[in-house]
C-alpha cells in the first residue's frame, strides 16, 4: 500500500540528546513537510523540501534539522539546542505542484524525561 | 503573512444533526483549501480537497465549500454519527506551497 511511514510512534529523549525521527514515503511525492503539534494548537511547520537536497525553513525551525538526500526520506532531528521539545510531530508530502493533495503519516509523540 | 480560523473551537451535537463548521483565511491568494480528520492521538486524514477555482466539493455525507473572496470555507456534515466524533482541520495551501493551519474543531456526536 502507498503511503507515509513515520517511526517511530513514541520516543523518549534525554535533556541534552539529540533524536532523529524518520518519515518514509512510497507515493513518488516530490514535497515533504515536518509539522510539530502541541495540545490544543493547530500544526506548525518546521521544514519542508520540495526537491531532493534542497529544503527550506518553516516558522519554527529553530533546534531542528533535516536533511533530503533521497526522493522518498525526509527525517527530522531534534537537537539539544530545541528548549521544549515534548510534542506530536507529524510528517507529510504531496505531489509538489501548487494544487495538489497532502497526505500525512501516524505520527511520532516525542517526550522529554 | 496567511492566517486560518476555524469556529467554533468545539461543537456537541446529538446523533442525526446536520452540522456545519467554519475555517477563515486572511489571504484569499490561496492554491486550494484542504479539510483533514484527526483523531486523538493519529495522523490527519484528508477529507476534501477544493482547488482556488472551484466553489465546492462533495464526498458521502460531507460538503465542502469555498468563497475565496471573503476568505471563508464551510464544511457541511449530513446526519452526523457518533464515529465523526474527532477533530476537524482546515488548511489553506498558499505562496511556497506551505499549508497553514487553522486550530481545529473539536466534535462530539453523542448518541
Known amino acids: 500500500d502507498g503511503g507515509i511511514t513515520q517511526s517511530p510512534k513514541y520516543l523518549f529523549r534525554k535533556e541534552g540528546q539529540n533524536v532523529t525521527l524518520s518519515c518514509e514515503q512510497n507515493?513518488?511525492?516530490?514535497?515533504m513537510y515536518w509539522y510539530r503539534q502541541d495540545p490544543g494548537q493547530g500544526l506548525r511547520l518546521i521544514y519542508y523540501?520540495?526537491?531532493?537536497?534542497?529544503?527550506q525553513k518553516g516558522d519554527i525551525a529553530e533546534g531542528y534539522s533535516v536533511s533530503r538526500e533521497k526522493k522518498e526520506s525526509f527525517p527530522l532531528t531534534v537537537t539539544s539546542a530545541q528548549k521544549n521539545p515534548t510534542a506530536f510531530y507529524l510528517c507529510?508530502?504531496?505531489?509538489?505542484?501548487?494544487?495538489?493533495?497532502?497526505?500525512f503519516g501516524q505520527g511520532t509523540r516525542l517526550t522529554v524525561v | 503573512k496567511q492566517e486560518v480560523t476555524q469556529i467554533p473551537a468545539a461543537l456537541s451535537v446529538p446523533e442525526g444533526e446536520n452540522l456545519v463548521l467554519n475555517c477563515s483565511f486572511t489571504?484569499?491568494?490561496?492554491?486550494?483549501l484542504q479539510w483533514f480528520r484527526q483523531d486523538p492521538g493519529k495522523g490527519l486524514t484528508s477529507l476534501l480537497l477544493?482547488?482556488?477555482?472551484?466553489r465546492e466539493q462533495t464526498s458521502g455525507r460531507l460538503n465542502a465549500s469555498l468563497d475565496k473572496s471573503s476568505g471563508r470555507s464551510t464544511l457541511y456534515i449530513a446526519a452526523s454519527q457518533p464515529g465523526d466524533s474527532a477533530t476537524y482541520l482546515c488548511?489553506?495551501?498558499?505562496?511556497?506551497?506551505?499549508?497553514?493551519f487553522g486550530q481545529g474543531t473539536r466534535l462530539t456526536i453523542n448518541p
Open positions: 507529510a508530502s504531496s505531489r509538489g505542484l501548487p494544487s495538489t493533495e497532502a497526505f
Open positions: 507515493l513518488n511525492h516530490d514535497a
Open positions: 523540501s520540495q526537491i531532493v537536497n534542497d529544503f
Open positions: 489571504d484569499s491568494a490561496i492554491y486550494n
Open positions: 477544493i482547488q482556488s477555482s472551484q
Open positions: 488548511a489553506v495551501k498558499s505562496g511556497a506551497q506551505k499549508l497553514v
